[in-house]
């Protein structure tokens, strides 16, 4: 592990060395000192830890009825005569209408040790079966739809600072957008141990004064007036940041940390990779309080479900599992909570191998310092919509306004803007 | 009536560079200047209609020299059609494949290569054309069936997929002019294709079955008839919404800030008026006083700009590692991120900016500067002939961070030998620092 217990260095001047060396070598002191994003996350690191919200996204819709499947109602074999799951399995213990996949195992296992709150139901009035409208007003926190700026990045103007790009990251190819600050800055980062930079044909002091360099640009242009210029601009200046913080994880492009847990293998994707990375960088005392990714496979299963929707639950859930677990084995799982998602459930009544778009849908708040009891009920399936969905008994505003306001100590109207007026279940305990 | 404003200022290299990037993927060396002599008119009528789509060059090649085989190897696709943007005599009508791959975003997670492929090439052929055209082949076209479950949409099990996204984001807009009850009749109307799979040849035998189509009456935007897929598409297409829908959004591909009002409706009505041809909005909006706005800056698609760093260097496609690399730019073509396509508001991020640092590696790796050339030790000319590598202009602020960084690195040499190769280290860096700086990254 790359932390800096035993090196004796303290964690700020440990990141130092590794973002400053070669300036100092080579008496770089003279170009403008010691790059501010790099200092910033230095600096925050320096403070005490705070708590963490991991934000994973089922991307398309995930069948809620799959995942949690009403096997004690009555109608549930006549809705999807060739998509329901047999009885027998898992019964989810607050609801014995309900059973667990079994793909979903781990979280079942969880749930027992009393990590997992469940919301069987949740979404909103008046739901928009778009994938792109329902996941915007997710990202965003509000049913606006015209915002910006997600509801975590709203949060980090509050609680961020404005030269710690890695208070928000999405561990992932891109930015999450639910990240999206007004103010401070966030990052994205594919791979921890993988965030070099190498300039061919140059090396000693004029490759070494290069890297900083790229980031000094992107400062000199940050604040420009044109956004497409001010976001390459903010874009450079962070990633001098957070290459000089990760520089620790990684040599060559491989790993020089190790998981404390055991995440499953997948040759095609990275999810449990990301995880096992993120928990790292936490273990490593890190600056984070924000990170958001995006769990395995497409979950718009309006085709092809049972097999699909079983792929993807197993890697996810299996990988959800791992990363709790070494969490725990960090001695951080404390600290951290893991919010998973989808933008909407799926029609009560298949359309044959599959489903199409529906309302409310399933989320998972997963910790040891969640509640661990379920918020809303399973609404049955008697009493559907006009459009044949199920009815939400939880609003993904109340759920954001109580992980503001009990995890991070922020005020909701100040993030939420009405969306905190929604009634607030209890999850942080 | 308003009409469409035409750019009224100097059109000279800038504005032609300008032109290239947007419209195309950058200017060859000394393409700006060339196109610059011609005038605004001439110089977009040469986009707008041109006289080859022959590609010009060497072949694509892969690193072991062996021609590519997009059809069965990773990312060679991908190698593929970046070559065709490298080579092509008729950017337009790749940029516009691009942008109609983007707005009909299809992925070969739902459809085998060969499939993507053959949707390209129609895409290719109705690049300029008209949209009403280009919508009835796509939803006919085998990858999108297989993408959006066009073949699993029949009379007995009605699969709602494609009928939402064709009004959703390929003709209206979301939650405009359309309900959910539309989305369900339109279904109706689109059922009927089918096809049949097998091990060897996967799926195949794409057609339309009476048999497998809903003959009933439908009700769609308040309209009764026995609607079939054609008439779903035209019940969209000559929606009263959506002209407004296409204006905007083939807009944004070209200008950040949306059309004024005058402007849009200007385009409307042409559009109508030209039976839904696109060349029209085209050459009007790539004439557009907003176009060459130095204050109305966009972010380069990582393909473009890829394709673009190729053209400006001279160099083909001789590696497929410009399939991961755009892939951790963002943009890996014929695996578009979901049926809306790119996000072209956010290309760049912590994560994407690395990316392009990469690109620009893959390029400067190959053109170092010999160790014999002798480099002028002066900061100002070796930020000079970095930014002439690339073939760009750079602002005043980019100019003076990167002359402080060559200073400082020219500062740093004490020994004679040091004195002798740090310019050159030095100028390498530049090159890589010019590609990565915003003044490079957008257009």
Redesign the interface.
């Known amino acids: 592990m790359p932390t800096p217990a035993g090196t004796g260095l303290s964690r700020r001047s440990f990141l130092l060395q590794s973002a400053g060396l070669a300036l100092a070598v080579y008496g770089a002191g003279r170009l403008s000192g010691l790059p501010a994003f790099e200092e910033g996350i230095a600096r925050a690191q320096s403070g005490r830890a705070g708590t963490v919200l991991v934000n994973v996204f089922l991307d398309g819709g995930a069948d809620s009825m799959s995942i949690l499947a009403p096997t004690g109602d009555p109608r549930y074999r006549k809705l999807r005569p060739n998509l329901a799951l047999p009885g027998g399995g898992r019964v989810f213990a607050e609801d014995h209408r309900l059973t667990w996949h079994p793909a979903a195992a781990p979280l079942a296992t969880l749930h027992g040790e009393g990590k997992v709150t469940v919301l069987p139901a949740v979404g909103y009035d008046h739901p928009d079966q778009s994938h792109f409208v329902s996941r915007h007003f997710w990202e965003v926190g509000t049913l606006d739809p015209g915002l910006r700026t997600g509801w975590l990045g709203r949060l980090l103007d509050r609680i961020g600072t404005a030269d710690n790009p890695l208070q928000g990251v999405s561990m992932g190819g891109s930015l999450g957008p639910s990240l999206a600050a007004a103010r401070v800055p966030v990052a994205a980062v594919d791979a921890p141990e993988d965030f070099g930079f190498w300039a061919p044909g140059s090396w000693g002091p004029p490759g070494d004064l290069a890297i900083p360099a790229f980031a000094d640009v992107g400062r000199a242009l940050a604040g420009a007036r044109d956004p497409a210029v001010a976001q390459a601009a903010r874009a450079a200046a962070f990633a001098g940041g957070v290459r000089a913080a990760l520089a620790p994880f990684g040599k060559d492009g491989e790993p020089t940390y190790t998981p404390r847990a055991a995440y499953p293998a997948s040759s095609k994707e990275r999810f449990p990779k990301r995880l096992a990375g993120l928990a790292a960088m936490l273990g490593a005392g890190l600056p984070i309080r924000c990170a958001t990714l995006s769990a395995p496979g497409a979950w718009d299963t309006h085709a092809d479900q049972a097999s699909t929707l079983t792929e993807n639950l197993t890697l996810t859930a299996s990988s959800l599992y791992a990363f709790q677990r070494d969490l725990e084995a960090r001695g951080i799982a404390d600290r951290v909570l893991t919010l998973v998602w989808s933008e909407f459930g799926r029609r009560a009544e298949e359309n044959g191998s599959g489903t199409d778009h529906g309302a409310a849908g399933i989320g998972f708040v997963i910790g040891t310092r969640t509640t661990g009891r379920m918020v809303g009920e399973f609404p049955g399936l008697a009493t559907l919509d006009d459009h044949g969905n199920l009815r939400a008994t939880s609003d993904f505003r109340g759920l954001y306004a109580s992980l503001t306001a009990d995890w991070f100590g922020v005020d909701p109207a100040g993030v939420l803007g009405g969306g905190a007026s929604v009634a607030r279940p209890k999850v942080v305990r | 009536m308003s009409r469409v404003p035409r750019y009224r200022g100097h059109f000279g290299p800038d504005e032609a560079r300008r032109l290239l990037w947007r419209a195309g993927f950058g200017p060859k060396p000394g393409q700006a200047e060339k196109l610059a002599k011609r005038g605004l008119d001439a110089a977009v009528h040469s986009l707008t209609h041109p006289r080859s789509q022959r590609l010009k060059g060497p072949k694509p090649r892969d690193e072991d020299g062996r021609p590519l085989a997009p059809r069965d190897a990773w990312s060679h696709d991908h190698c593929w059609w970046l070559d065709r943007m490298v080579r092509t005599q008729a950017p337009l009508v790749e940029r516009m494949t691009l942008v109609w791959h983007d707005w009909f975003a299809t992925s070969k997670?739902s459809a085998p290569t060969a499939l993507m492929l053959r949707q390209n090439a129609m895409l290719r052929r109705h690049a300029l054309g008209s949209f009403e055209q280009l919508a009835l082949a796509v939803s006919r076209d085998p990858a999108m069936l297989l993408w959006?479950?066009g073949t699993?949409n029949n009379k007995?099990?009605?699969?709602?997929?494609y009928a939402?996204e064709l009004m959703?984001?390929f003709t209206l807009g979301?939650?405009r002019g359309y309900t959910?009850r539309d989305?369900r009749e339109l279904a109706r109307a689109l059922t009927g294709w089918r096809n049949d799979w097998s091990e060897g040849r996967g799926p195949h035998d794409f057609r339309f079955d009476r048999e497998f189509h809903d003959r009933g009456v439908k009700r769609v935007h308040g309209r009764r008839g026995r609607f079939d897929w054609r008439d779903a598409v035209r019940l969209n297409v000559r929606h009263r919404k959506h002209p407004s829908f296409l204006v905007n959004k083939l807009w944004g591909y070209f200008i950040?800030t949306p059309p004024p009002r005058g402007t849009a409706r200007a385009l409307e009505r042409m559009y109508i008026a030209h039976d839904r041809k696109v060349r029209p909005l085209l050459d009007a909006i790539l004439r557009h006083p907003h176009l060459y706005d130095p204050?109305?800056?966009?972010?380069k698609p990582p393909v473009v700009q890829a394709a673009g760093m190729l053209r400006a260097v001279g160099r083909g496609i001789d590696t497929t590692a410009w399939g991961w690399l755009c892939?951790?730019a963002?943009q890996l073509l014929f695996i578009p991120p979901?049926?809306?396509g790119w996000d072209d508001s956010?290309?760049?991020?912590?994560?994407?900016?690395?990316a392009r640092?990469q690109m620009a590696?893959e390029i400067?790796?190959t053109a170092?500067?010999d160790d014999d050339v002798k480099v002028s030790g002066k900061a100002d000319v070796l930020v000079t002939r970095a930014a002439r590598f690339w073939h760009t202009p750079l602002?005043r602020?980019?100019r003076?961070?990167?002359e402080?960084?060559a200073a400082?690195?020219?500062?740093?040499?004490n020994a004679d030998w040091?004195r002798e190769t740090?310019p050159?280290?030095?100028e390498?860096?530049?090159r890589?620092?010019v590609a990565?700086?915003?003044?490079y990254?957008?257009s």
């Not at chain 2, 204050?295 to 972010?299: A, F, H, L, N, T």
């Not at chain 2, 956010?346 to 690395?354: I, M, S, V």
């Not at chain 2, 400082?408 to 040499?413: E, I, N, P, T, V």
């Open positions: 997670d959006l479950n699993d007995w099990d009605v699969n709602e997929n939402r959703e984001l979301a939650g959910e989305v950040p204050g109305r800056r966009m972010v892939d951790q963002g979901n049926v809306s956010r290309w760049l991020d912590t994560a994407t900016f690395r640092w590696t400067c790796s170092q500067i602002s602020t980019t003076q961070a990167l402080r960084y400082g690195a020219l500062r740093s040499a040091e740090y050159r280290l030095t390498n860096a530049l890589m620092l990565v700086s915003p003044d990254l957008t």
